[in-house]
Protein backbone atom coordinates (compact mmCIF):
# COMPACT_ATOMS: atom_id res chain seq x y z
CA UNK A 1 0.00 0.00 0.00
CA UNK A 2 2.63 2.34 0.83
CA UNK A 3 4.47 1.83 -2.48
CA UNK A 4 1.33 1.96 -4.21
CA UNK A 5 0.63 5.87 -2.45
CA UNK A 6 4.43 6.81 -3.35
CA UNK A 7 3.37 6.25 -7.03
CA UNK A 8 0.08 8.14 -7.20
CA UNK A 9 2.13 10.90 -5.21
CA UNK A 10 5.06 11.00 -8.16
CA UNK A 11 2.65 10.47 -10.85
CA UNK A 12 0.93 13.73 -10.07
CA UNK A 13 3.80 15.41 -10.27
CA UNK A 14 3.43 16.53 -6.34
CA UNK A 15 6.64 16.75 -3.95
CA UNK A 16 6.90 16.62 -0.58
CA UNK A 17 4.48 18.66 1.85
CA UNK A 18 5.23 21.57 2.99
CA UNK A 19 5.25 20.57 6.72
CA UNK A 20 8.00 17.98 5.77
CA UNK A 21 10.30 21.24 4.00
CA UNK A 22 9.52 23.29 7.24
CA UNK A 23 11.03 20.61 9.17
CA UNK A 24 13.51 20.09 7.43
CA UNK A 25 15.14 23.52 6.55
CA UNK A 26 13.99 24.65 10.23
CA UNK A 27 15.34 21.85 12.22
CA UNK A 28 18.49 22.56 10.92
CA UNK A 29 18.91 25.35 13.49
CA UNK A 30 19.50 23.23 16.17
CA UNK A 31 21.81 21.44 14.57
CA UNK A 32 23.75 24.71 13.65
CA UNK A 33 23.36 25.88 16.90
CA UNK A 34 24.82 23.12 18.64
CA UNK A 35 27.49 23.33 16.12
CA UNK A 36 28.88 26.76 16.13
CA UNK A 37 28.08 27.55 19.77
CA UNK A 38 31.99 26.08 20.47
CA UNK A 39 33.28 28.89 18.45
CA UNK A 40 31.12 31.42 20.03
CA UNK A 41 32.23 30.52 23.20
CA UNK A 42 35.76 29.60 22.51
CA UNK A 43 37.31 32.57 24.84
CA UNK A 44 34.95 31.05 27.70
CA UNK A 45 36.07 27.28 26.71
CA UNK A 46 39.53 28.26 26.41
CA UNK A 47 40.07 29.17 30.18
CA UNK A 48 37.20 26.49 31.42
CA UNK A 49 38.70 23.62 30.10
CA UNK A 50 42.60 24.39 28.67
CA UNK A 51 43.66 26.90 31.88
CA UNK A 52 43.07 29.84 30.05
CA UNK A 53 45.78 32.17 28.64
CA UNK A 54 46.54 32.98 24.64
CA UNK A 55 48.27 29.35 24.27
CA UNK A 56 44.47 27.97 25.64
CA UNK A 57 42.64 29.76 23.20
CA UNK A 58 44.69 28.78 20.48
CA UNK A 59 44.39 24.99 21.58
CA UNK A 60 41.30 25.52 21.67
CA UNK A 61 40.68 26.65 17.60
CA UNK A 62 42.93 24.24 17.32
CA UNK A 63 40.80 21.86 18.17
CA UNK A 64 38.20 22.96 16.30
CA UNK A 65 39.72 22.52 13.20
CA UNK A 66 41.00 18.73 14.50
CA UNK A 67 37.27 17.47 15.03
CA UNK A 68 36.38 19.55 11.77
CA UNK A 69 38.31 16.26 9.93
CA UNK A 70 35.76 14.04 11.08
CA UNK A 71 33.16 16.01 8.72
CA UNK A 72 33.93 14.33 5.45
CA UNK A 73 33.75 10.82 7.40
CA UNK A 74 30.74 11.62 8.79
CA UNK A 75 29.47 12.82 5.60
CA UNK A 76 30.31 9.47 3.66
CA UNK A 77 29.57 7.47 6.07
CA UNK A 78 25.65 9.39 6.41
CA UNK A 79 25.91 10.05 2.24
CA UNK A 80 25.71 6.21 2.13
CA UNK A 81 23.14 5.64 4.60
CA UNK A 82 20.80 8.46 2.97
CA UNK A 83 21.71 6.96 -0.58
CA UNK A 84 20.94 3.54 -0.10
CA UNK A 85 18.46 3.45 2.44
CA UNK A 86 16.65 7.10 2.18
CA UNK A 87 16.98 10.57 3.51
CA UNK A 88 14.67 10.69 6.42
CA UNK A 89 16.82 8.02 8.14
CA UNK A 90 19.74 9.42 7.40
CA UNK A 91 18.41 12.79 9.50
CA UNK A 92 16.92 10.99 12.14
CA UNK A 93 20.40 9.16 12.84
CA UNK A 94 22.16 12.39 12.83
CA UNK A 95 20.26 14.34 15.16
CA UNK A 96 19.96 11.55 17.38
CA UNK A 97 23.77 11.51 17.50
CA UNK A 98 24.16 15.30 18.21
CA UNK A 99 21.83 14.94 21.08
CA UNK A 100 23.66 12.60 22.69
CA UNK A 101 27.07 14.63 22.38
CA UNK A 102 25.48 18.05 23.32
CA UNK A 103 24.20 16.36 26.61
CA UNK A 104 27.28 14.51 27.27
CA UNK A 105 29.43 17.99 26.46
CA UNK A 106 26.83 19.86 29.13
CA UNK A 107 28.22 16.72 32.24
CA UNK A 108 31.82 17.14 31.26
CA UNK A 109 34.38 18.20 34.06
CA UNK A 110 36.41 21.15 33.98
CA UNK A 111 40.32 21.47 33.53
CA UNK A 112 40.06 22.35 37.76
CA UNK A 113 38.05 19.28 38.31
CA UNK A 114 40.06 16.79 35.74
CA UNK A 115 43.29 18.41 34.46
CA UNK A 116 44.07 17.76 30.81
CA UNK A 117 41.46 15.08 30.64
CA UNK A 118 38.56 17.46 30.37
CA UNK A 119 40.04 19.21 27.64
CA UNK A 120 40.46 15.50 25.80
CA UNK A 121 37.15 14.72 26.85
CA UNK A 122 36.25 17.86 25.11
CA UNK A 123 37.36 17.57 21.62
CA UNK A 124 36.07 13.77 21.72
CA UNK A 125 32.82 14.90 21.88
CA UNK A 126 33.72 18.02 19.45
CA UNK A 127 34.89 15.44 16.85
CA UNK A 128 31.25 13.12 17.54
CA UNK A 129 29.78 16.50 16.64
CA UNK A 130 31.40 17.35 13.45
CA UNK A 131 30.91 13.66 12.72
CA UNK A 132 27.06 14.53 13.38
CA UNK A 133 27.13 17.65 11.35
CA UNK A 134 28.80 16.26 8.16
CA UNK A 135 25.64 14.09 7.61
CA UNK A 136 23.44 16.66 8.33
CA UNK A 137 23.88 19.56 6.35
CA UNK A 138 24.22 17.86 2.64
CA UNK A 139 21.17 15.67 3.83
CA UNK A 140 19.29 18.77 4.45
CA UNK A 141 20.38 20.16 1.34
CA UNK A 142 19.73 16.87 -0.70
CA UNK A 143 16.36 16.67 0.44
CA UNK A 144 15.13 20.49 0.12
CA UNK A 145 16.12 20.69 -3.67
CA UNK A 146 14.81 17.17 -4.13
CA UNK A 147 11.48 18.43 -2.31
CA UNK A 148 10.86 22.03 -4.34
CA UNK A 149 9.37 22.54 -7.65
CA UNK A 150 12.18 23.27 -10.17
CA UNK A 151 11.56 26.76 -10.38
CA UNK A 152 11.88 27.54 -6.48
CA UNK A 153 14.80 24.84 -5.81
CA UNK A 154 16.80 28.14 -5.26
CA UNK A 155 14.87 29.62 -2.82
CA UNK A 156 14.13 26.51 -1.04
CA UNK A 157 17.30 24.53 -0.78
CA UNK A 158 18.87 27.90 0.82
CA UNK A 159 16.45 27.64 3.30
CA UNK A 160 19.09 24.86 4.58
CA UNK A 161 21.89 27.85 4.71
CA UNK A 162 19.26 30.30 6.43
CA UNK A 163 18.61 28.42 8.95
CA UNK A 164 21.67 27.65 9.68
CA UNK A 165 22.42 30.87 10.07
CA UNK A 166 19.58 30.98 11.99
CA UNK A 167 21.63 28.69 14.33
CA UNK A 168 24.01 30.41 14.40
CA UNK A 169 22.27 33.69 15.30
CA UNK A 170 20.46 31.28 18.19
CA UNK A 171 23.77 30.30 19.22
CA UNK A 172 25.78 33.56 19.25
CA UNK A 173 22.68 35.42 21.23
CA UNK A 174 22.65 32.46 24.15
CA UNK A 175 26.25 32.80 24.39
CA UNK A 176 26.09 36.70 24.65
CA UNK A 177 23.31 36.50 27.30
CA UNK A 178 25.13 33.87 29.82
CA UNK A 179 28.34 35.78 29.16
CA UNK A 180 26.66 38.72 30.26
CA UNK A 181 24.54 37.96 33.13
CA UNK A 182 27.28 35.33 34.48
CA UNK A 183 30.57 36.75 33.89
CA UNK A 184 33.11 35.88 36.81
CA UNK A 185 33.29 32.92 38.51
CA UNK A 186 29.98 31.97 37.77
CA UNK A 187 30.40 31.39 34.24
CA UNK A 188 33.63 29.35 34.49
CA UNK A 189 32.46 27.46 36.83
CA UNK A 190 28.93 26.36 35.74
CA UNK A 191 27.72 28.86 33.89
CA UNK A 192 29.23 27.93 30.18
CA UNK A 193 26.80 24.69 30.88
CA UNK A 194 23.31 26.11 30.16
CA UNK A 195 24.01 26.87 26.83
CA UNK A 196 24.60 23.35 25.82
CA UNK A 197 21.91 21.77 28.04
CA UNK A 198 19.44 24.11 25.99
CA UNK A 199 20.83 22.75 22.73
CA UNK A 200 20.59 18.96 23.84
CA UNK A 201 16.57 19.68 24.49
CA UNK A 202 16.07 21.09 21.48
CA UNK A 203 17.99 18.63 19.53
CA UNK A 204 15.53 16.34 21.56
CA UNK A 205 12.27 17.89 20.34
CA UNK A 206 14.12 18.12 16.67
CA UNK A 207 14.60 14.17 16.50
CA UNK A 208 10.62 13.51 17.47
CA UNK A 209 9.91 16.92 14.62
CA UNK A 210 11.57 14.75 12.14
CA UNK A 211 10.08 11.09 12.87
CA UNK A 212 6.75 12.61 10.96
CA UNK A 213 8.69 13.63 7.67
CA UNK A 214 7.87 12.01 4.36
CA UNK A 215 10.63 10.17 2.56
CA UNK A 216 12.57 12.38 -0.59
CA UNK A 217 10.35 11.63 -3.46
CA UNK A 218 13.83 11.55 -5.53
CA UNK A 219 14.45 8.22 -3.16
CA UNK A 220 11.09 7.13 -3.48
CA UNK A 221 11.21 6.91 -7.76
CA UNK A 222 14.58 5.06 -7.29
CA UNK A 223 13.24 2.76 -5.42
CA UNK A 224 9.88 2.19 -7.29
CA UNK A 225 12.60 1.81 -10.70
CA UNK A 226 15.21 0.08 -8.81
CA UNK A 227 17.99 2.47 -9.30
CA UNK A 228 18.85 2.87 -5.81
CA UNK A 229 22.73 2.11 -6.14
CA UNK A 230 24.05 -0.42 -4.18
CA UNK A 231 27.42 0.83 -3.30
CA UNK A 232 26.77 4.92 -3.54
CA UNK A 233 30.19 5.24 -3.21
CA UNK A 234 31.38 3.39 -6.12
CA UNK A 235 28.79 5.32 -8.25
CA UNK A 236 29.44 8.54 -7.04
CA UNK A 237 33.50 7.90 -7.70
CA UNK A 238 32.74 6.81 -11.24
CA UNK A 239 30.37 8.81 -13.31
CA UNK A 240 30.57 12.33 -11.20
CA UNK A 241 34.60 13.13 -10.78
CA UNK A 242 33.50 16.29 -11.95
CA UNK A 243 30.97 17.33 -10.13
CA UNK A 244 32.82 16.60 -6.71
CA UNK A 245 35.62 18.71 -8.43
CA UNK A 246 32.99 21.40 -8.68
CA UNK A 247 31.12 21.26 -5.33
CA UNK A 248 34.96 21.23 -3.48
CA UNK A 249 35.41 24.46 -5.32
CA UNK A 250 31.93 26.12 -4.47
CA UNK A 251 32.54 25.09 -0.82
CA UNK A 252 36.13 26.16 -0.31
CA UNK A 253 34.41 29.53 -0.99
CA UNK A 254 31.61 29.41 1.33
CA UNK A 255 33.85 27.99 3.70
CA UNK A 256 36.23 30.78 3.95
CA UNK A 257 33.75 33.54 3.87
CA UNK A 258 31.88 31.89 6.48
CA UNK A 259 34.59 30.26 9.30
CA UNK A 260 36.66 33.31 8.44
CA UNK A 261 34.36 36.23 8.01
CA UNK A 262 31.54 35.57 10.40
CA UNK A 263 32.61 32.30 13.21
CA UNK A 264 36.47 34.20 13.39
CA UNK A 265 34.99 37.42 13.86
CA UNK A 266 34.04 37.58 17.86
CA UNK A 267 37.49 36.09 18.85
CA UNK A 268 39.63 38.43 15.86
CA UNK A 269 37.20 41.14 17.75
CA UNK A 270 38.23 40.50 21.29
CA UNK A 271 42.08 39.53 20.65
CA UNK A 272 42.84 42.35 17.73
CA UNK A 273 39.79 45.06 18.34
CA UNK A 274 39.91 45.58 21.75
CA UNK A 275 36.23 44.20 22.00
CA UNK A 276 35.00 43.32 25.19
CA UNK A 277 33.62 39.23 24.97
CA UNK A 278 30.30 40.23 25.42
CA UNK A 279 30.42 42.92 22.89
CA UNK A 280 31.95 41.35 20.30
CA UNK A 281 29.21 38.43 20.96
CA UNK A 282 25.93 41.13 20.24
CA UNK A 283 27.49 42.23 17.12
CA UNK A 284 28.04 38.82 16.17
CA UNK A 285 24.68 38.17 16.70
CA UNK A 286 23.45 40.92 14.28
CA UNK A 287 25.46 39.90 11.99
CA UNK A 288 24.05 36.58 11.93
CA UNK A 289 20.98 38.55 11.36
CA UNK A 290 22.09 39.93 8.03
CA UNK A 291 23.01 36.74 7.05
CA UNK A 292 19.41 35.09 7.97
CA UNK A 293 18.10 38.43 5.67
CA UNK A 294 20.42 38.21 2.37
CA UNK A 295 20.21 34.14 2.28
CA UNK A 296 16.97 33.86 1.08
CA UNK A 297 17.02 36.53 -1.52
CA UNK A 298 20.34 35.28 -3.04
CA UNK A 299 18.78 32.02 -3.27
CA UNK A 300 15.37 33.77 -5.17
CA UNK A 301 18.16 35.69 -7.04
CA UNK A 302 19.43 32.36 -8.51
CA UNK A 303 16.03 31.31 -9.03
CA UNK A 304 15.76 34.22 -11.69
CA UNK A 305 19.09 34.80 -13.28
CA UNK A 306 21.13 31.40 -12.59
CA UNK A 307 23.19 29.82 -10.45
CA UNK A 308 26.50 30.79 -12.67
CA UNK A 309 26.01 34.44 -12.35
CA UNK A 310 25.55 35.29 -8.57
CA UNK A 311 28.26 33.03 -7.39
CA UNK A 312 30.46 35.06 -9.73
CA UNK A 313 29.44 37.67 -8.44
CA UNK A 314 29.84 36.64 -5.00
CA UNK A 315 33.42 35.40 -5.65
CA UNK A 316 34.98 38.74 -7.09
CA UNK A 317 33.06 40.61 -4.13
CA UNK A 318 34.75 37.99 -1.23
CA UNK A 319 38.21 38.85 -3.20
CA UNK A 320 38.05 42.37 -3.14
CA UNK A 321 36.33 43.27 0.23
CA UNK A 322 37.54 40.88 3.46
CA UNK A 323 41.02 42.27 3.55
CA UNK A 324 39.76 46.03 3.68
CA UNK A 325 36.42 45.01 6.26
CA UNK A 326 39.08 43.38 8.74
CA UNK A 327 41.36 46.19 8.59
CA UNK A 328 38.34 49.00 9.37
CA UNK A 329 37.53 45.91 12.56
CA UNK A 330 40.97 45.89 14.12
CA UNK A 331 40.62 50.23 14.13
CA UNK A 332 38.37 50.00 17.39
CA UNK A 333 35.98 52.34 15.98
CA UNK A 334 32.69 51.07 16.88
CA UNK A 335 31.00 52.25 13.32
CA UNK A 336 33.76 50.58 11.58
CA UNK A 337 33.72 47.86 13.06
CA UNK A 338 30.30 46.95 12.62
CA UNK A 339 29.89 48.29 9.14
CA UNK A 340 32.98 45.37 8.70
CA UNK A 341 31.45 42.81 10.40
CA UNK A 342 27.78 43.69 8.44
CA UNK A 343 29.56 43.37 4.67
CA UNK A 344 31.40 40.51 5.83
CA UNK A 345 28.21 38.45 6.90
CA UNK A 346 26.66 39.27 3.66
CA UNK A 347 29.64 38.02 1.94
CA UNK A 348 29.11 34.53 3.46
CA UNK A 349 25.44 34.68 3.30
CA UNK A 350 25.28 34.70 -0.50
CA UNK A 351 27.78 32.38 -1.26
CA UNK A 352 26.30 29.79 1.63
CA UNK A 353 22.88 30.48 -0.47
CA UNK A 354 23.44 30.10 -4.30
CA UNK A 355 25.95 27.13 -3.44
CA UNK A 356 23.99 25.19 -1.42
CA UNK A 357 21.71 24.62 -4.97
CA UNK A 358 24.81 24.84 -6.85
CA UNK A 359 26.16 22.16 -5.12
CA UNK A 360 23.03 19.91 -5.28
CA UNK A 361 22.76 20.29 -8.60
CA UNK A 362 26.23 18.75 -9.70
CA UNK A 363 24.50 15.64 -9.16
CA UNK A 364 21.59 13.31 -10.02
CA UNK A 365 19.39 11.64 -7.47
CA UNK A 366 21.09 8.59 -7.05
CA UNK A 367 24.61 9.21 -5.19
CA UNK A 368 23.98 13.13 -4.66
CA UNK A 369 24.64 12.66 -1.23
CA UNK A 370 27.87 10.77 -1.57
CA UNK A 371 28.68 13.54 -3.93
CA UNK A 372 27.97 16.23 -2.06
CA UNK A 373 29.98 14.21 0.88
CA UNK A 374 33.19 13.92 -1.19
CA UNK A 375 32.96 17.35 -2.79
CA UNK A 376 31.51 19.69 -0.45
CA UNK A 377 32.41 18.40 3.64
CA UNK A 378 35.79 17.89 2.08
CA UNK A 379 36.24 21.54 1.20
CA UNK A 380 34.55 22.55 4.52
CA UNK A 381 37.35 20.44 6.87
CA UNK A 382 39.81 21.98 4.67
CA UNK A 383 38.53 25.54 4.17
CA UNK A 384 36.47 26.12 7.68
CA UNK A 385 37.76 23.73 10.24
CA UNK A 386 41.38 24.64 9.86
CA UNK A 387 40.18 28.38 9.12
CA UNK A 388 40.26 30.16 12.30
CA UNK A 389 42.75 28.49 13.62
CA UNK A 390 44.68 29.58 11.06
CA UNK A 391 43.37 33.00 10.51
CA UNK A 392 44.21 33.17 14.72
CA UNK A 393 47.60 32.17 14.06
CA UNK A 394 48.66 34.47 10.84
CA UNK A 395 47.60 37.66 13.15
CA UNK A 396 49.45 36.15 16.03
CA UNK A 397 52.71 35.65 13.92
CA UNK A 398 52.41 38.58 11.49
CA UNK A 399 50.56 40.76 13.56
CA UNK A 400 48.61 42.08 11.23
CA UNK A 401 44.85 42.10 10.91
CA UNK A 402 44.71 42.27 7.48
CA UNK A 403 45.90 38.52 7.05
CA UNK A 404 42.67 37.16 7.43
CA UNK A 405 41.25 39.30 4.67
CA UNK A 406 44.26 37.65 2.28
CA UNK A 407 43.43 34.46 3.49
CA UNK A 408 39.62 35.06 1.85
CA UNK A 409 41.21 36.69 -1.22
CA UNK A 410 43.35 34.03 -2.23
CA UNK A 411 40.66 31.37 -1.95
CA UNK A 412 38.15 33.48 -4.16
CA UNK A 413 40.89 34.02 -6.99
CA UNK A 414 42.00 30.65 -6.80
CA UNK A 415 37.96 29.51 -7.60
CA UNK A 416 36.80 31.83 -9.93
CA UNK A 417 38.68 30.06 -13.01
CA UNK A 418 36.46 26.91 -12.12
CA UNK A 419 33.34 29.13 -11.69
CA UNK A 420 33.80 30.35 -15.28
CA UNK A 421 34.15 27.37 -16.74
CA UNK A 422 31.47 25.99 -15.18
CA UNK A 423 28.12 25.28 -16.63
CA UNK A 424 25.03 26.37 -15.48
CA UNK A 425 22.65 24.43 -13.59
CA UNK A 426 19.69 26.37 -13.12
CA UNK A 427 16.79 24.10 -14.79
CA UNK A 428 15.41 25.68 -17.81
CA UNK A 429 11.92 27.62 -17.43
CA UNK A 430 9.43 25.98 -19.32
CA UNK A 431 7.15 28.32 -21.69
CA UNK A 432 3.44 28.38 -20.63
CA UNK A 433 1.14 25.98 -22.30
Given amino acids: MAMIAAHQVLSSGARVPRRSIAIAAFSTVVEWYDFTLYLYLATVLSRVFFGGGTASLAMTLGGFALAYLMRPLGAVVFGHIGDRFGRRRMMLLSMALMTAAMLATAMLP ?32 AYLLEGARAERRGLLTSLAAAASEVGGLLAAGVSALVVALLAGPALDTWGWRIPFLF ?55 GSITYYVGISYVPAFLATVGGTGEADALWLSTAAALVVVIVTPLVGALSDRVGRKPVLMGVCIGAALLPGLMFTLMAGGSPGLVVLGAFVLAGIGGAVSAVGAVATAEQFPGEGRLTGLALGVTSATAIFGGLAPWLAHLAVETSGSAIAPGLMIMVVALAVLPVLAAMGETRPMRQPPT
Fill in 199 to 253: GAALAAFVWIARSTMAESPDFVQQELQGTVPASPLRHTLAHHRRGILRGFAISAL
Fill in 110 to 141: THAQAGPTAGWLLLLLRCIMAFSVGGEYTGVV
